[in-house]
């Protein structure tokens, strides 16, 4: 068995694939410092996973990648760039070999243009929460409602425009107060991520988009860029776990 791992600041991504079939036996997402209190074993040589606490002992090879690669010494783990992990991910879900990857994770967000399943070119955006899954957490909470309602708004999104996460709250509460409706609120919000990632996706724009991290689970995103910039996109049947899948078929 082997076994992928995208150690993400929020949380910590998991899944088990056998060796032979590529098949997923397992997929997982844990809550950072749960993971770490729960399955990992301190040794001298750093952090170990304990799969047999995880109920995967038959784990032969480990391939890691995510936030904690640099500040975190997995035993026994292959360490991969996050940017390689979520393109080795996309093609191994889609199948494609040529397409521009968007993900949008907690905090921070990536697009890698992919030729000939080669990363060409890429840009990420890692300075700012403004157009991360963090931004659409806090946003989801002044509003009063769950991140999965959020993101399935589109329609006549509410003109946000700070560019910033924290004067983003204050604006959306000076919204609230005039009168707009959660649904017009929630796809503002939605519509202010879209366009911190337009440029990106421009630059790099493809026919096809594949489109991952747990942002992807809702379908507002989506649907700007579909209508907005008449590309494809496709979002994988497990997008949150697209960087750990990555891991698992490294070789």
Known sequence: MRCGIDL?????????????????????????????????????????VDFAALGFPEVSQLTATGYGRNTINIVGATIIPELKAHMLGAIA??????????????????????????????????????????????????????????????????????????????????????????????????????KRIKPMLSALKSDKIVFTGGVALGGAIKQFITREMGVEVIVPEHPQLNGAIGCAVHN
């Not at 070119?121 to 409602?145: H, P, W």
Request: proline share 1%.
């Open 8 to 48: 993400g600041s929020r949380s910590v991504k998991l899944v088990v694939m056998d060796a032979g079939s590529n098949e997923l036996t397992a997929a997982t997402v844990y809550e950072t410092a749960r993971f770490y209190r729960e399955y990992g074993l301190r040794t001298d040589s750093g952090l170990a």
């Open 93 to 194: 879900q889609t199948g494609l070999t040529d397409f521009t990857l968007l993900d949008l994770g907690g905090q921070d967000s990536k697009v890698i243009k992919v030729r000939k399943r080669r990363m060409v070119d890429f840009q990420t955006n890692d300075k700012c929460a403004a157009s991360t899954g963090r931004y659409l957490e806090n946003m989801a909470t002044v509003l009063g409602i769950g991140l999965e309602e959020l993101a399935d708004y589109s329609d006549n999104p509410v003109e946000l425009s700070a560019t910033c996460a924290i004067f983003g709250e204050s604006e959306l509460i000076g919204r609230i107060v005039e009168g707009f409706s959660v649904a017009e609120l929630s796809a503002g919000v939605n519509y202010t991520i879209y």
